[in-house]
């Protein structure tokens, strides 16, 4: 239960609020009170040791300690082996064994080894297992020497060990078992392939070695790997292929396993059981292991082949192709099976098929199975005894006997041991599981800081970076040429340009022709803060004289920010009263015909006086000459401009080129 739920349940029951902390606090002294203090574990280790050997004679419980200078002693490792289950392992398992160590969770700091076996059907075994306070190289020849000594194998002849690729129990399998055939778990092999080389092909090539059953198609592979990538090859030959490719493993074994699944198997089965203290933990895998002894004595009876069903689910995936082999027989009991330009020889009086999945795995492969068919014989009939009902009835003939309790056990003379000291991991402790390099397939990709797939700066791959690369240096690709010019923005090359038309006195205002989108870009030219929404709707009184309508437009001009922004950017006036009024808001402005323009009227004092203010107003928008950046510019529109300007103010009217005035 967590400290949230706790709180919850304390306020619906008791009708009172209690603290976060406070929960945690009662949940720590609940604990020790079904539990037992972590001292108190440790401390009776000795006995628990001694109970296992009065209760199971011919067990192997084992307790190491360690003595400091100051004079106090603290647990080192403790192993345990059941008679029972040594055993059964020798009556009815195959020679396999896997290795392998995982971390415990909770407040018991260390890590568990355990060997796990298979049984007739293909099944976990657990065989010994033994708590460790780290996972090294001394651990590992102390934990093999013991499980040897049980297991009745001399020097490890006959025997099969698959493991990580951890460096302790590999140097220590060499000293313990110089004879051992020492397979690696291609998982994790293929784990620490992937993080360089990644990929479908790398994948497919990778487990296609791995799963060859001969020399010759095993190197086929590699030298397609080879032919793809030097270094991916020198990678795998580097990591001794006799260890993880089925070419090379030893015949007789009835296994033909190229990982380690079933040690990782049970660690998930125990990953409750490993976050209790060290006593507790080891009596939940006891009784696991107790109750499962039980359970299998007693499956075999309802099984109707003599079979085991596992094996047999395998053999019938492998006989359902073997109509597509043809079979010749040379003799009685030789044959030739071909597909293709595949031919491969059968023997079915020795059980051997030279493609070798036969001899290793213990189970007729597809040539053997049409050799079978072709003689009308039974394939379940050569399958090897391994995988039998009656070596699975003596695997289980045996169990665990049950152990009293902690209050029956008798007290040992030895020292009571303290709780290991506490080792320090460099970093900062992690709360979340640690991802598996395989875990991300189809779903995960490395990002940068700012996003994108990694690249490789020596030879340009993706998934890796210049440090780590292991590749040959190649030549940076070529880049694309960009276009000149900016980029058309979206609004203009895919939607168009949105537009306002509308009519006034026959005339039509604001369409979307190109007289408008040069207005636009004219704006953008002039400075990024200048936009057409920016113009306001400039009212003109309608009331006022014709002749003052020039005047009305100056005063405008002025008054406006944006009209004044672009005077003074070097445009003219003319140039400014057509961008207002192609703008959305309509811009009454009256022109003088050309008769009127021949016979100006002239103003009288009455009219406009003759002011220093009007001095000034003629003095502010008084025409400037445009600089040759802004001409440059205004080059490619000039014409343009021009012929809009002959329309609206008249052929003989000013242009651009000519400043306006009041006059």
Same mark, same amino acid.
């Given at each position: 239960?967590?400290?949230?739920?706790?709180?919850?349940?304390?306020?619906?029951?008791?009708?009172?609020?209690?603290?976060?902390?406070?929960?945690?606090?009662?949940?720590?002294?609940?604990?020790?009170?079904?539990?037992?203090?972590?001292?108190?574990?440790?401390?009776?280790?000795?006995?628990?040791?001694?109970?296992?050997?009065?209760?199971?004679?011919?067990?192997?419980?084992?307790?190491?300690?360690?003595?400091?200078?100051?004079?106090?002693?603290?647990?080192?490792?403790?192993?345990?082996?059941?008679?029972?289950?040594?055993?059964?392992?020798?009556?009815?398992?195959?020679?396999?064994?896997? /290795?392998?160590?995982?971390?415990?969770?909770?407040?018991?700091?260390?890590?568990?080894?355990?060997?796990?076996?298979?049984?007739?059907?293909?099944?976990?075994?657990?065989?010994?297992?033994?708590?460790?306070?780290?996972?090294?190289?001394?651990?590992?020849?102390?934990?093999?020497?013991?499980?040897?000594?049980?297991?009745?194998?001399?020097?490890?002849?006959?025997?099969?060990?698959?493991?990580?690729?951890?460096?302790?129990?590999?140097?220590?399998?060499?000293?313990?078992?110089? /004879?051992?055939?020492?397979?690696?778990?291609?998982?994790?092999?293929?784990?620490?392939?992937?993080?360089?080389?990644?990929?479908?092909?790398?994948?497919?090539?990778?487990?296609?070695?791995?799963?060859?059953?001969?020399?010759?198609?095993?190197?086929?592979?590699?030298?397609?790997?080879?032919?793809?990538?030097?270094?991916?090859?020198?990678? /795998?030959?580097?990591?001794?292929?006799?260890?993880?490719?089925?070419?090379?493993?030893?015949?007789?074994?009835?296994?033909?396993?190229?990982?380690?699944?079933?040690?990782?198997?049970?660690?998930?089965?125990?990953?409750?059981?490993?976050?209790?203290?060290?006593?507790?933990?080891?009596?939940?895998?006891?009784?696991?292991?107790?109750?499962?002894?039980?359970?299998?004595?007693?499956?075999?009876?309802?099984?109707?082949?003599?079979?085991?069903?596992?094996?047999?689910?395998?053999?019938?995936?492998?006989?359902?192709?073997?109509?597509?082999?043809?079979?010749?027989?040379?003799?009685?009991?030789?044959?030739?099976?071909?597909?293709?330009?595949?031919?491969?020889?059968?023997?079915?009086?020795?059980?051997?098929?030279?493609?070798?999945?036969?001899?290793?795995?213990?189970?007729?492969?597809?040539?053997?199975?049409?050799?079978?068919?072709?003689?009308?014989?039974?394939?379940?009939?050569?399958?090897?005894?391994?995988?039998?009902?009656?070596?699975?009835?003596?695997?289980?003939?045996?169990?665990?006997?049950?152990?009293?309790?902690?209050?029956?056990?008798?007290?040992?003379?030895?020292?009571?041991?303290?709780?290991?000291?506490?080792?320090?991991?460099?970093?900062?402790?992690?709360?979340?599981?640690?991802?598996?390099?395989?875990?991300?397939?189809?779903?995960?990709?490395?990002?940068?800081?700012?996003?994108?797939?990694?690249?490789?700066?020596?030879?340009?791959?993706?998934?890796?970076?210049?440090?780590?690369?292991?590749?040959?240096?190649?030549?940076?690709?070529?880049?694309?040429?960009?276009?000149?010019?900016?980029?058309?923005?979206?609004?203009?090359?895919?939607?168009?340009?949105?537009?306002?038309?509308?009519?006034?006195?026959?005339?039509?205002?604001?369409?979307?022709?190109?007289?408008?989108?040069?207005?636009?870009?004219?704006?953008?030219?002039?400075?990024?803060?200048?936009?057409?929404?920016?113009?306001?709707?400039?009212?003109?009184?309608?009331?006022?004289?014709?002749?003052?309508?020039?005047?009305?437009?100056?005063?405008?001009?002025?008054?406006?920010?944006?009209?004044?922004?672009? /005077?003074?950017?070097?445009?003219?006036?003319?140039?400014?009263?057509?961008?207002?009024?192609?703008?959305?808001?309509?811009?009454?402005?009256?022109?003088?015909?050309?008769?009127?323009?021949?016979?100006?009227?002239?103003?009288?004092?009455?009219?406009?006086?003759?002011?220093?203010?009007?001095?000034?107003?003629?003095?502010?928008?008084?025409?400037?000459?445009?600089?040759?950046?802004?001409?440059?510019?205004?080059?490619?529109?000039?014409?343009?401009?021009?012929?809009?300007?002959?329309?609206?103010?008249?052929?003989?009217?000013?242009?651009?080129?000519?400043?306006?005035?009041?006059?």
């Amino acid at each position: 239960m967590k400290a949230k739920e706790m709180r919850a349940e304390v306020k619906n029951k008791f009708l009172c609020e209690v603290s976060k902390d406070q929960c945690y606090r009662a949940k720590k002294k609940a604990l020790e009170i079904i539990n037992g203090k972590l001292t108190e574990h440790y401390a009776r280790v000795w006995d628990y040791a001694n109970e296992v050997i009065r209760s199971n004679p011919g067990s192997t419980a084992k307790v190491g300690v360690t003595v400091n200078p100051d004079g106090n002693t603290y647990f080192h490792r403790f192993y345990v082996c059941f008679k029972a289950v040594s055993e059964g392992w020798s009556r009815g398992c195959r020679r396999v064994v896997g /290795l392998d160590g995982c971390f415990l969770k909770g407040q018991c700091k260390g890590e568990l080894l355990t060997a796990i076996g298979r049984d007739g059907n293909n099944q976990l075994y657990p065989i010994a297992w033994a708590v460790v306070d780290v996972e090294n190289k001394a651990n590992w020849q102390w934990f093999l020497e013991l499980l040897v000594d049980d297991i009745g194998v001399q020097q490890g002849g006959g025997l099969t060990i698959i493991s990580d690729q951890h460096k302790g129990l590999v140097e220590a399998a060499k000293i313990v078992l110089p /004879l051992v055939e020492h397979r690696q778990c291609a998982r994790h092999v293929y784990a620490n392939f992937k993080k360089t080389y990644n990929g479908v092909d790398y994948k497919r090539l990778f487990w296609g070695a791995a799963t060859s059953t001969t020399e010759a198609s095993f190197l086929s592979v590699m030298e397609e790997l080879k032919a793809m990538n030097s270094s991916a090859y020198q990678y /795998l030959i580097d990591k001794d292929p006799d260890t993880w490719s089925r070419a090379f493993f030893a015949e007789g074994r009835a296994c033909e396993a190229v990982e380690n699944g079933i040690s990782e198997s049970f660690n998930s089965i125990i990953l409750e059981a490993r976050t209790k203290p060290i006593l507790t933990m080891l009596e939940e895998i006891r009784i696991y292991t107790m109750e499962r002894f039980c359970r299998m004595s007693t499956k075999h009876l309802t099984w109707n082949d003599d079979v085991c069903p596992a094996i047999l689910r395998k053999l019938k995936d492998r006989c359902a192709n073997m109509r597509l082999w043809a079979v010749i027989a040379s003799d009685c009991q030789v044959f030739e099976v071909k597909l293709g330009f595949d031919s491969f020889k059968v023997d079915l009086e020795s059980r051997l098929c030279t493609c070798r999945l036969w001899e290793i795995s213990g189970i007729p492969c597809v040539h053997a199975c049409a050799a079978l068919n072709y003689t009308h014989q039974q394939a379940e009939g050569f399958v090897s005894n391994y995988f039998s009902k009656e070596m699975f009835a003596h695997t289980y003939k045996g169990n665990i006997r049950p152990l009293n309790g902690s209050s029956m056990w008798a007290k040992t003379p030895y020292i009571r041991p303290l709780p290991p000291m506490a080792r320090r991991m460099p970093g900062r402790p992690t709360t979340k599981r640690k991802r598996h390099v395989t875990e991300d397939d189809g779903g995960y990709t490395r990002l940068r800081a700012t996003g994108g797939t990694t690249i490789c700066k020596n030879c340009w791959e993706s998934g890796h970076n210049k440090r780590t690369c292991k590749n040959p240096a190649k030549p940076p690709p070529p880049k694309e040429k960009k276009k000149m010019g900016r980029p058309l923005k979206t609004s203009q090359t895919e939607t168009g340009t949105k537009t306002e038309t509308g009519t006034k006195g026959g005339e039509t205002y604001g369409s979307g022709a190109s007289t408008k989108k040069k207005g636009k870009e004219k704006l953008v030219a002039c400075g990024a803060r200048v936009r057409r929404a920016d113009f306001p709707k400039i009212p003109v009184n309608e009331g006022v004289e014709e002749g003052l309508q020039d005047v009305v437009v100056e005063q405008t001009l002025r008054g406006d920010r944006n009209a004044a922004y672009l /005077l003074e950017s070097g445009y003219s006036k003319d140039e400014v009263l057509c961008v207002l009024q192609e703008s959305p808001f309509p811009l009454e402005v009256a022109v003088m015909t050309p008769a009127e323009e021949e016979n100006p009227i002239t103003h009288s004092p009455d009219m406009v006086p003759e002011t220093q203010q009007n001095f000034e107003i003629d003095k502010g928008i008084e025409e400037t000459q445009p600089s040759k950046q802004l001409l440059k510019k205004r080059n490619k529109s000039e014409r343009i401009l021009k012929r809009k300007l002959s329309q609206q103010i008249g052929s003989t009217g000013a242009t651009s080129g000519d400043p306006l005035t009041i006059d």
